[in-house]
């Protein structure tokens, strides 16, 4: 297993078109996380699942955001109608959550978006 | 609800130099983990160090060791004959057992090893 696997790397879209980002986690991991981060600041908390079962959504994600897992493997995280402000790096994570957890999280690269 | 704060936005050492980062804290919690992330430029975030609170003995890994001062809420990083490397942004992070193992990052600060 080479870790976790973002994709795509960059996109860039215009003002008002979809736009899907892949995650791949480490296999033996059930748990998935999707943050958001922009030039100079720590990621923001966005959504994470644990196996399938999405169990949290931050309150400052819009509806216009919506992640799955079908699964429980690999993720996807879509942004509908996007802005301006949706411009940033969309990172993800995974962690092994249960006995012997160690807490640690194992990023992707990330997956750039830029929105004209 | 917990804060983590890092006050130092940036810091630039000269290769070979001891460079330490802050963190402070703030929780009602007592178990927790804490965590140092480096996100070099353009390059994924990786785990640097941890620490666990209900260990007194501070964590060390190769040249990065921790100072963890539960009483004070604070956790700094020190790098030990820094390397060009390490130039990167550090991220201190919490993680309360009761919060659903959810991570709380500070701000970060961006460290540059001069030549």
């Known amino acids: 297993d080479t870790g976790v696997s973002q994709d795509p790397r960059h996109k860039i879209t215009k003002r008002g078109q979809n736009v899907t980002f892949r995650c791949d986690p480490i296999?033996?991991?059930?748990?998935l996380y999707w943050y958001r981060q922009t030039l100079g600041q720590g990621p923001e908390f966005l959504t994470y699942f644990q196996n399938e079962a999405q169990l949290e959504k931050s309150r400052l994600l819009s509806d216009r955001f919506s992640a799955e897992r079908p699964k429980g493997s690999f993720s996807t995280l879509e942004i509908q109608r996007t802005e301006q402000g949706d411009s940033a790096m969309y990172l993800c994570?995974?962690?092994?959550f249960g006995r012997g957890n160690t807490g640690e999280l194992f990023f992707g690269e990330g997956s750039r978006l830029t929105v004209l | 609800a917990q804060t983590v704060t890092q006050s130092q936005p940036e810091m630039s050492v000269q290769e070979a130099e001891t460079v330490t980062l802050s963190c402070t804290y703030d929780?009602?919690?007592?178990?927790?983990?804490l965590f140092w992330y480096k996100q070099p430029p353009s390059r994924q975030m990786i785990l640097v160090i941890r620490q666990e609170a209900y260990k007194q003995q501070n964590a060390t890994e190769n040249r990065f060791s921790v100072n963890f001062q539960k009483a004070a809420k604070s956790f700094s990083l020190k790098i030990s004959d820094s390397q060009l490397g390490d130039t990167a942004m550090y991220f201190c992070?919490?993680?309360?057992?009761?919060?659903?193992?959810?991570?709380?990052w500070g701000a970060g600060t961006k460290l540059i090893i001069k030549p």
């Open positions: 992070a919490f993680m309360a057992w009761d919060s659903n193992y959810q991570l709380i």
């Open positions: 994570a995974s962690s092994l």
């Open positions: 929780t009602s919690e007592s178990n927790y983990y």
């Open positions: 296999s033996e991991h059930n748990r």
